[in-house]
């Protein structure tokens, strides 16, 4: 009596333990499939979708410059970027995935060397993270579209929005307005 007891013990935890294993291996498939997936990589042509790609993809499309800062968050050297300066008319894109981020009418010269806007186009279109890494805690800003690191978002902005969108040069591209 007692010895069966102990093996529906025993078979009751065999199949837990193997329903767990099920469950892990489950689990790795999936993301593996989500990060591989030449399905999902087409829907991310698709401008709300999500574009989603290995660090080596990034690495073929992306200059060297443009992967660091990226893909890496770097930082480009203030006073070197080719928009701190520029006053064109138009759209500020992800250099990564083409989202649209800033426009033109949001820009102001911040005097810090790095292209500066008051608000993005759209809130959905970025989003932001705490960054942690220096001595002073900073607000990250990033491509809600891929994830691109974009630059930071302080609170010494000018009005209405009393914020400042400090963003690399080398993660946008601009797009004339016609
Ligand atoms: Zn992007």
């Given at each position: 009596?007692k010895?069966s ?5 025993s ?12 469950s ?8 593996h ?9 087409h ?5 709300p979708?999500?574009v989603?790609?290995t ?6 499309l992306l ?10 968050r770097g930082t480009?050297?203030?006073?070197t970027?080719k928009?701190f ?12 995935c083409?989202?649209?981020?800033f426009?033109?009418e949001t ?9 500066s ?5 759209s809130e ?9 890494s220096?001595?002073?805690k900073k607000t990250e800003v990033?491509?809600?579209?891929c994830?691109?690191h974009l630059g930071?978002?302080?609170n010494?902005?000018?009005?209405p929005?009393g ?13 004339e307005?016609?």
């Amino acid at each position: 009596m007692k010895s069966s007891y102990i093996l529906v013990i025993s078979l009751f935890l065999a199949c837990l333990v193997a329903c767990n294993n099920d469950s892990t291996v489950d689990m790795e498939t999936q993301t593996h499939s989500r990060n591989n997936s030449p399905f999902l990589e087409h829907k991310g042509a698709y401008m709300p979708e999500k574009v989603i790609k290995t660090d080596e993809e990034w690495r073929q499309l992306l200059t060297p410059q443009q992967h660091v800062i990226t893909r890496r968050r770097g930082t480009e050297r203030p006073f070197t970027g080719k928009y701190f300066n520029f006053r064109g008319k138009g759209i500020y894109q992800c250099v990564c995935c083409a989202n649209d981020l800033f426009s033109s009418e949001t820009k102001y010269d911040s005097g810090t060397g790095w292209p500066s806007f008051w608000a993005p186009i759209s809130e959905q279109n970025i989003k932001t993270a705490e960054d942690s890494s220096g001595f002073k805690k900073k607000t990250e800003v990033l491509c809600n579209r891929c994830d691109a690191h974009l630059g930071h978002v302080f609170n010494d902005g000018p009005p209405p929005t009393g914020l400042r969108y400090c963003i690399n040069s080398v993660a946008l591209q601009f797009i004339e307005k016609k």
